[in-house]
């Protein structure tokens, strides 16, 4: 069974303030998005975890912990870890994570929680 990880970041912890970030974009509507990937994953038959981490090691630990509780067929990096430039550490420090504890599994990206399924599928 094709097993998929959506990581994002606590949205309670996101600057919405950030100007690389979509306006408007707030933590109900990222709890949201979440809810309609979980959704989608769910549709296409796959088993899908969410791992909302904080910006700092300790989420990174978080990730380490969740990689290591199983297999992977994808990892989906979320957007709003990827795309505010502030955050470029945060997000090198998620890929090697996960390049490291699951050195087989494909890693994706998706351009907001709702397309976190499609994305998953370019690679599962």
Known sequence: MTRVLFVGQ?????????PALPPGLNAEKI?????????KIAERGWVGDVCNIPP????IATLEKQLASAT???????????????G?????????????AA??????????PEDTAEAANRWV
């Open 10 to 18: 606590v949205p309670e912890t996101v600057d919405f303030s950030d």
């Open 72 to 86: 992977y067929d994808c990892v989906v990096i979320g957007a709003g870890l990827r795309l505010p430039p502030k």
């Open 31 to 39: 709890h949201a998005g979440i809810n309609v990937a979980e959704a």
């Open 88 to 100: 470029l550490l945060m997000f090198e420090k998620v890929v090697n994570a996960v390049h490291k």
């Open 103 to 112: 050195p087989g599994c494909a890693i994706a990206f998706n351009t907001r």
């Open 56 to 59: 700092d090691d300790d989420g």
